[in-house]
């Protein structure tokens, strides 16, 4: 267990400091972890949204998106 946790701390330690713009989430669209460039270029700043939907945190995305979510879990690239 306590491997694993190290493990999960690295990955979002990479994850929050890496220079690109990286948002992960789950098969919901839930956020996983942000990099802090994804932070700035979308406005969020400190915000917690781990956990939250991105079509919740940012509605404005759901028409562009939902159709590519889809494709996704289809199994589509």
Not at 60 to 66: D, F, G, K, P, Y
């Amino acid at each position: 267990a306590e491997e694993a946790s190290s493990s999960r701390q690295l990955a979002q330690a990479l994850i929050a400091y890496t220079p690109a713009a990286i948002a992960v989430v789950d098969r919901d669209i839930r956020f996983l972890g942000l990099s802090d460039r994804w932070r700035r270029e979308y406005g969020l700043g400190d915000r917690e949204v781990i956990g939250e939907r991105l079509y919740d945190v940012m509605p404005e995305t759901e028409a562009l998106w939902c159709e590519v979510h889809a494709r996704c879990l289809a199994g589509e690239t």
